[in-house]
């Protein structure tokens, strides 16, 4: 019991790390639809709000491991929430000078920030508590990044979409003064959501600091290169895998809206509430009983299931029309729910003094959410039909399909981590 207690305050507080990246993350599906308006971009052009946040991951992911081998797990931590700060307030200039490339850069800051909480939250919530229920323990936290997916879309259709459509035969039509008034209008509407999340997550890096927490210490060994940790095949699936499941998650939540918009002829609030109270709750849902379903069936079982149906539900998506496209969409948040922190937990199993190095290769592969939206954006502008484009999703599903068979049969085991 006093080990449990030990552990309960510090797992609290990385789980609402959990959280907040999940609020700012599950906002880029509001922003992307929200800057094309602003900005009269295409879908590639727009699929560049994923690719500078998961670029800010791969460019941050090594370093931010040996800061946190260097620093500890606190100050990463702090250091990881001032970088989430400073971004969101770089919001404000952003909108002041109307400059798209200014957003893509505030969002970058962001994602080092993420990277840095991601790196060392993960692990963490391995290994406050028994190995063996190590899986659980971190979709239990996930569930609260869940919890965000729900809540996030809500808030960006309310404050951040104004719900004004105009094409662009009807812009160009516009006098020159009245169209640069709307499209300053639509930009600036980010920037009280922005402020408010600064000021919050400041709040969370001064509790961080004075906050005793345990750190994870690990035995002294010889440092070992990237190349070195690779040979785990565990991990080197891992790597793979949660490359291609990001890279999913990120273009079936990201081009939500737009799909809802073209295949249901939907109003994009009403689409956001769909993208929040629809694809948010499932998520989230999924999580909590994906979460419970463990104590039963053996994670990379339970993995290669989901994985399975949401291949059927990617054909759906593609194939059907009206709203059965927006329940499978949905549908496909259920079953990716448990993907991202089974994956990660999977890869990093039996690695030991590696596993910051491990942890740090698998945020690095976070990178597919900056390479497949892109490849999403080509086929559907090519193909004028953005639901051509999730064939994208529906490949990355069968490579996590496949990942999941190799482990289906390896039970998690033991990390020595010793928690001071």
């Known amino acids: 019991m006093a080990a449990k207690n030990r552990y309960l305050i510090p797992f609290i507080l990385v789980t609402s790390l959990f959280f907040f990246w999940g609020l700012i993350h599950n906002l880029d ?33 090594i370093p931010a491991g040996l800061i946190m081998e260097r ?6 931590v702090i250091i990881g929430l001032l970088l989430f700060a400073i971004g969101s307030f770089l919001f404000v200039p952003a909108a002041n000078t109307q400059q798209y490339g200014f957003f893509l850069g ?11 909480l991601e790196t060392a939250a993960n692990p963490y919530a391995t290994v406050l508590g028994p190995p063996e229920t190590a899986t659980q323990r971190l979709n239990l936290a996930q569930s609260f990044n869940g919890l965000a997916v729900t809540i996030a879309p809500l808030i960006g259709g309310r404050f ?5 459509n105009f094409s662009d035969t009807a812009l160009d039509e516009m006098g020159e003064s009245a169209r640069n008034l709307y499209l300053h209008s639509e930009a600036a509407t980010v920037k009280l959501p922005y402020t408010i999340i600064g000021i919050v997550i400041l709040l969370v890096a001064i509790l961080f600091y004075f906050i005793r927490l345990p750190d994870i210490k690990e035995e002294k060994s010889e440092r070992k290169g990237l190349v070195h940790t690779l040979r785990h095949p565990q991990l080197a699936g891992a790597v793979v895998a949660q490359f291609f499941y990001v890279g999913a998650q990120v273009c079936v939540t990201s081009f939500f809206i737009n799909v809802a918009i073209h295949s249901a002829s939907m109003e994009e609030k009403l689409a956001a509430s769909y993208l929040g109270l629809g694809y948010g709750l499932a998520f989230m849902g999924g999580r ?6 463990m104590k039963y069936i053996q994670p990379a079982r339970l993995l290669a299931l989901y994985a399975g149906i949401n291949i059927l539900l990617s054909l759906v998506a593609v194939l059907s029309t009206g709203i059965i496209t927006v329940y499978a969409l949905i549908g496909i948040g259920f079953f990716m729910s448990i993907m991202f922190p089974t994956i990660f937990a999977l890869g990093i199993k039996g690695l030991g003094h590696e596993t910051k190095m491990g942890s740090s290769l698998i945020i690095m592969s976070i990178v597919g959410g900056a390479l497949l939206p892109p ?33 289906r049969n390896i039970e998690f085991q033991e990390l020595k981590p010793a928690i001071h």
């Open 160 to 164: 951040i979409l104004s719900g004004k």
């Open 375 to 407: 490849v999403l954006g080509v086929i559907a502008d090519k193909t004028h039909n953005i639901q051509y484009g999730y064939l994208v999703p529906l490949f990355c599903f069968i490579v996590v399909l496949l990942f999941a068979f190799r482990q």
């Open 106 to 116: 505030a969002l970058f800051i962001i994602a080092c920030g993420l990277a840095m």
């Open 29 to 61: 599906p509001i922003l992307i639809p929200h800057l094309r308006k602003a900005f009269r971009l295409n879908t590639l052009q727009s699929s560049l709000v994923d690719s500078a946040v998961f670029i800010g991951y791969f460019v941050m992911a």
């Open 288 to 293: 909590f009983f994906g979460t419970f379903l």
């Open 71 to 76: 620093m500890g797990f606190r100050a990463g």
